[in-house]
């Protein structure tokens, strides 16, 4: 994915003030064209390469309401996660641990099925 200048360089070359070049950020983000990254900058989205840019935590709570699972239905194993999102056994189990924590999940461990304790809501999964 390509960068975009950052707003200081656009201001500059460009002789526009700092808020119409946001607004413009903001006109390319609402069209699905760019998007922010860390740091203040900007990249641009391709066709098919867009990103899911919420933490794996958030989208492991979306499992429990993408997948329609119930209280006491079983959560997919770490393994399958990792496949699912493509990252590592550490990153999944970190993001299980926050699941845990919040009651949303039973503990797991070696053999253990985890199972859904809670179904969150949608401003319950954006504290994550």
């Given at each position: 994915?390509?960068?975009?200048?950052?707003?200081?360089?656009?201001?500059?070359?460009?002789?526009?003030?700092?808020?119409?070049?946001?607004?413009?950020?903001?006109?390319?983000?609402?069209?699905?064209?760019?998007?922010?990254?860390?740091?203040?900058?900007?990249?641009?989205?391709?066709?098919?390469?867009?990103?899911?840019?919420?933490?794996?935590?958030?989208?492991?709570?979306?499992?429990?309401?993408?997948?329609?699972?119930?209280?006491?239905?079983?959560?997919?194993?770490?393994?399958?996660?990792?496949?699912?999102?493509?990252?590592?056994?550490?990153?999944?189990?970190?993001?299980?641990?926050?699941?845990?924590?919040?009651?949303w999940?039973?503990e797991?461990?070696?053999?253990?099925?985890?199972t859904?304790?809670?179904?969150?809501?949608?401003?319950?999964?954006?504290?994550?």
């Amino acid at each position: 994915m390509a960068e975009l200048p950052p707003a200081a360089e656009l201001v500059r070359d460009h002789g526009v003030s700092r808020g119409v070049v946001l607004r413009a950020f903001a006109a390319l983000r609402k069209d699905g064209m760019a998007e922010p990254v860390p740091g203040g900058r900007w990249r641009v989205i391709r066709d098919g390469q867009r990103t899911d840019r919420r933490t794996l935590a958030e989208r492991l709570a979306d499992v429990i309401a993408d997948d329609g699972l119930e209280v006491g239905a079983t959560f997919p194993s770490a393994s399958a996660l990792c496949e699912r999102f493509s990252v590592s056994r550490p990153t999944v189990t970190k993001a299980l641990e926050k699941l845990e924590a919040a009651g949303w999940l039973s503990e797991g461990g070696q053999g253990r099925l985890r199972t859904v304790r809670a179904l969150p809501n949608r401003e319950e999964r954006s504290s994550l």
